[in-house]
């Protein structure tokens, strides 16, 4: 599984920018602020329509602009694909395969998968639970459609919830069109419960390998799905937090709120954990992404590295670039010393700079 080639029309800083891609590893280098990173989230939406770092659509056309798009050729199992992303502001994302359009974002996934590794994910641990709730959506809406679906379904039934609380506020009346939306969220949610359970169970196994082997050995790592509430006691836990939630204007429970812990040795990476201890086991997680998805399509997914050799020693750049010999990779950096100092052979280069892209 490979992404071919990338066009790009008034996405972020770029008003017209075409690239193809080897097989191995990309590199794009140069200054900051000259468009590295745009090009890697521009792979990333046309895998999976969102972007990596959960920008609006409006927010990513370019300044002065009412239309962006993406168009990016993807090829697995031999054969190629043409993926179209189209953002509109104030209008909700035109999607297409082959020129066919399609009307969710779910029917676009499995044409590429992508594992995206950046320096806001070594810091996951530091931050708060929408982060760590952030890793679980992006992996598991490449691997199931039916949870990206559930999940888009869950939030359109949350907003309205919350709506309606507002609502109430001014008109009590309607607090019996409540349970409408209460059925929506424990239909929808208790699949997402479920998914990101199982996910975890997946994923226990292969991390903690990668994180043995990081540590030689030294710590032993354990991930812990912790759900707002089970999938069994949801619905009452909505009928039990009610009277909060009146108060509040807002849903108090429910996946929306799930967090994910991790453990080192049976204490809280979060809480305790050093920030050399925080770097691997977020290295272990991206690397253990990788493994699972082979596990599961039986294909390897494109790699993208933005800017995170600078932030990891010598011990783990190498244990990272070793994980990239059968893996297609584009990769930022600021430098390419860094970068060649550890794998100098085998590389295809990028110049960026000034929103222009060169192939030296």
Known sequence: MVIKSLRLNNF??????????????????GDNAQGKTNILEAVFMAATTKSVRGSKDKDIIRFGQEEAHISAVTERDGMTHKVDVHL??????????????????????????????????????????EERRRFYDLELCQLDKIYCSNLTDYNKALTQRNDLLKQIADNSSLKDTLEVWDDQLVKFGSYIIRARKRFTEQLQPIVRAKHESLTDGAEVLRLAYVPNCSEEDFREALKRNLERDLILKYTSSGPHRDDLSLFINENDVRLFGSQGQKRTTALALKLSEIELIRGVIRETPVLLLDDVLSELDRNRQSRLLSEMEDVQTIVTCTGMEEFVACRPEGNTVFKVSGNQVKRI
Not at 12 to 26: A, M, Q
């Open 12 to 29: 972020r800083n770029y008003e017209e920018l075409e690239i193809t891609f080897s097989d191995g590893v990309n590199i794009l280098f």
């Open 88 to 129: 509109r502001k104030g209008r909700a994302k035109g999607l297409a395969v082959d020129g066919i359009p399609i009307r969710r974002s779910a029917d676009l996934l499995g044409l590429l998968h992508t594992v995206s590794f950046s320096p806001e994910d070594l810091s996951m641990m530091n931050n708060g639970p």
